[in-house]
């Protein structure tokens, strides 16, 4: 399945033969419709722990633009190349390499001995024939697709499961993406026991499928294929970038546009934009916490900067909690208070996949560290999904919580692309236009809801109350802004 392009050798080599014969003019011409590879594939970055001398030192790195990758202070992971080390090293930083992980797992599952929960790392082909696979024996609860292309060419599979997934339901959906970084496996492996857990427990469990019927789950199990599959894996895509650092982002690239972004972010804005999802988790490892918005501000260097947090900070709280306090490993892990953290408050970066869902599309998004080696050994697999599993449930149950209805005109009863804005929570929840139904999370309380459709009277619905549970119904009957003139 996987469809390379030419090699980076052959393309560097046909690249130099054309410089070479025809000067850099027509090089120039040509680069900009068939780009070379990168020069160096997946990065030369590599991990380095820099021990801080105090916390005032984060901020300095932070202002460096390095890749910072998780801190237990006074240690951070950076992602550096030999020249920043180099200058680190130049300017008295405590930096060193950090040496690889010791046991590197071994992907691939061995002939005939597939089995779940997964005990070994599936390679890339494994993992697109295993979602064929379930394509085909649950037809009436799963579908199967790419939504793009990697940077080397491999798919981003991605499987939606649900009752009647041929067509659009009054369901919230939700998306669970892992292994943003290639090097951080172990995600990949839970998404699949959840898949697996979903389609197969289905008939037997009541909760399983509850959840399925009143859900629309999208789960893309491997969003870096390339750095994954890559020989050591890497936390980076074909062309060297961090796909972690590379969406919008409302400090430093508010240009909300996939214009210059790489394959695999298009793919996953483009994704997330042709459907309204309402809750969703990426999956990494290298800690142990949930880690809720926001990761960027323009205030970061102030510590706890009301800017640091979003009008859903209750909402996010409760959500993390849903998924920290049934995992051990998070919840007592000592590092975060219950498993969980504000993203600034841990350390601060721009262009994540987060902040992003949030701020654009108000789709509520966290991000979950789920181990502090990226790779645990495949003996230790099993123990992980167990770990994880009620997390799972737990938190894909969230999306049904606080006010859900559906909106239609008025005059033909028909669903409308319509918005809902919670007064005090600024932000726009977009409906389904195929159904029309919206899902706004909140916790219990009294609310006053904003709604509005191009073309129609906007209308304010006050004194909505919520109770914990099963969301409250709210349905609406927009009028066309001029049906007067029409009927008399
Ligand atoms: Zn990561």
Same mark, same amino acid.
């Given at each position: !399945?996987?469809?390379?392009? *030419?090699?980076?050798?052959?393309?560097?080599?046909?690249?130099?033969?054309?410089?070479?014969?025809?000067?850099?003019?027509?090089?120039?011409?040509? %680069?900009?419709?068939?780009?070379?590879?990168?020069?160096?594939? *997946?990065?030369?970055?590599?991990?380095?722990?820099?021990?801080?001398?105090?916390?005032?030192?984060?901020?300095?790195?932070?202002? $460096?633009?390095?890749?910072?990758?998780?801190?237990?202070?006074?240690?951070?992971?950076?992602?550096?190349?030999?020249?920043?080390?180099?200058?680190?090293?130049?300017?008295?930083?405590?930096?060193?390499?950090?040496?690889?992980?010791?046991?590197? %797992?071994?992907?691939?599952?061995? $002939?005939?001995?597939?089995? *779940?929960? @997964?005990?070994?790392?599936?390679?890339?082909?494994?993992?697109?024939?295993?979602?064929?696979?379930?394509?085909?024996?649950?037809?009436?609860?799963?579908?199967?697709?790419?939504?793009?292309?990697?940077?080397?060419?491999?798919?981003?599979?991605?499987?939606?499961?649900?009752?009647?997934?041929?067509?659009?339901?009054?369901? &919230?959906?939700?998306?669970?993406?892992?292994?943003?970084?290639?090097?951080?496996?172990?995600?990949?492996?839970? !998404?699949?026991?959840?898949?697996?857990?979903?389609?197969?427990?289905?008939?037997?469990?009541?909760?399983?499928?509850?959840?399925?019927?009143?859900?629309?789950?999208?789960?893309?199990?491997?969003?870096? &294929?390339?750095?994954?599959?890559?020989?050591?894996?890497?936390?980076?895509?074909?062309?060297?970038?961090?796909?972690?650092?590379?969406?919008?982002?409302?400090?430093?690239?508010?240009?909300?546009?996939?214009?210059?972004?790489?394959?695999?972010?298009?793919?996953?804005?483009?994704?997330?934009?042709?459907?309204?999802?309402?809750?969703?988790?990426?999956?990494?490892?290298?800690? #142990?916490?949930?880690?809720?918005?926001?990761?960027?501000?323009?205030?970061?260097?102030?510590?706890?900067?009301?800017?640091?947090?979003?009008?859903?900070?209750?909402?996010?709280?409760?959500?993390?909690? %849903?998924?920290?306090?049934?995992?051990?490993?998070?919840?007592?892990?000592?590092?975060?208070?219950?498993?969980?953290?504000?993203?600034?408050?841990?350390?601060?970066?721009?262009?994540?996949?987060?902040?992003?869902?949030?701020?654009?599309?108000?789709?509520?998004?966290?991000?979950?560290?789920?181990?502090?080696?990226?790779?645990?050994?495949?003996?230790?697999?099993?123990?992980?999904?167990?770990?994880?599993?009620?997390? @799972?449930?737990?938190?894909?149950? #969230?999306?049904?919580?606080?006010?859900?209805?559906?909106?239609?005109?008025?005059?033909?009863? $028909?669903?409308?692309?319509?918005?809902?804005?919670?007064?005090?929570?600024?932000?726009?929840?977009?409906?389904?236009? #195929?159904?029309?139904?919206?899902?706004?999370?909140?916790?219990?309380?009294?609310?006053?809801?904003?709604?509005?459709?191009?073309?129609?009277?906007? @209308?304010?619905?006050?004194?909505? %109350?919520? #109770?914990?549970?099963?969301?409250?119904?709210?349905?609406?009957?927009?009028?066309?802004?001029?049906?007067?003139?029409?009927?008399?």
């Amino acid at each position: !399945m996987v469809r390379k392009g *030419f090699s980076f050798a052959a393309r560097v080599a046909s690249w130099l033969v054309v410089l070479n014969c025809l000067g850099s003019t027509v090089y120039a011409q040509i %680069a900009s419709t068939d780009l070379p590879g990168p020069l160096i594939p *997946f990065s030369n970055r590599k991990a380095a722990e820099i021990v801080l001398k105090g916390r005032d030192q984060l901020r300095v790195l932070v202002e $460096k633009d390095l890749i910072l990758d998780g801190l237990n202070f006074p240690r951070v992971c950076a992602w550096v190349s030999p020249e920043e080390y180099k200058q680190l090293e130049v300017e008295g930083w405590s930096i060193s390499w950090l040496p690889p992980e010791a046991e590197p %797992a071994p992907i691939g599952i061995p $002939k005939g001995s597939l089995a *779940f929960p @997964l005990e070994a790392y599936p390679t890339y082909d494994q993992i697109g024939a295993l979602l064929e696979e379930y394509a085909l024996n649950y037809s009436s609860l799963c579908r199967v697709e790419s939504i793009g292309s990697s940077a080397e060419g491999r798919n981003l599979w991605v499987i939606r499961i649900t009752d009647h997934p041929e067509i659009e339901e009054d369901e &919230p959906e939700c998306k669970l993406i892992s292994t943003i970084h290639g090097n951080e496996t172990l995600g990949t492996v839970v !998404m699949l026991d959840l898949v697996h857990e979903l389609l197969t427990e289905y008939e037997n469990d009541l909760r399983i499928r509850h959840l399925v019927d009143e859900t629309e789950i999208w789960i893309l199990p491997l969003m870096n &294929p390339d750095g994954y599959s890559h020989t050591p894996r890497t936390r980076f895509n074909y062309n060297g970038y961090d796909l972690n650092r590379n969406f919008p982002d409302r400090v430093e690239d508010p240009a909300n546009t996939t214009a210059g972004r790489q394959p695999e972010t298009s793919a996953v804005m483009e994704f997330t934009r042709d459907h309204s999802f309402v809750l969703s988790a990426n999956f990494h490892t290298g800690s #142990q916490v949930v880690n809720y918005p926001y990761d960027s501000s323009a205030y970061w260097n102030t510590w706890k900067h009301p800017d640091w947090y979003t009008p859903d900070q209750d909402v996010f709280v409760q959500n993390s909690l %849903a998924y920290s306090t049934h995992n051990p490993l998070l919840y007592s892990s000592g590092q975060f208070p219950q498993g969980i953290s504000n993203g600034l408050e841990w350390y601060q970066i721009n262009g994540g996949m987060q902040d992003w869902n949030y701020v654009w599309n108000r789709c509520m998004e966290v991000t979950i560290e789920l181990s502090n080696l990226f790779s645990p050994p495949a003996s230790q697999l099993v123990s992980h999904w167990e770990a994880n599993r009620e997390s @799972l449930l737990s938190y894909l149950e #969230q999306s049904r919580i606080g006010i859900r209805g559906i909106i239609r005109n008025s005059q033909n009863g $028909k669903p409308i692309p319509a918005s809902v804005e919670v007064s005090g929570r600024e932000g726009l929840v977009h409906t389904d236009p #195929q159904v029309g139904d919206y899902h706004r999370l909140l916790l219990p309380g009294t609310y006053t809801l904003q709604i509005q459709a191009q073309g129609f009277y906007p @209308l304010t619905v006050h004194g909505v %109350a919520v #109770q914990s549970g099963t969301a409250s119904r709210v349905d609406v009957d927009l009028d066309p802004a001029y049906s007067g003139w029409l009927i008399y």
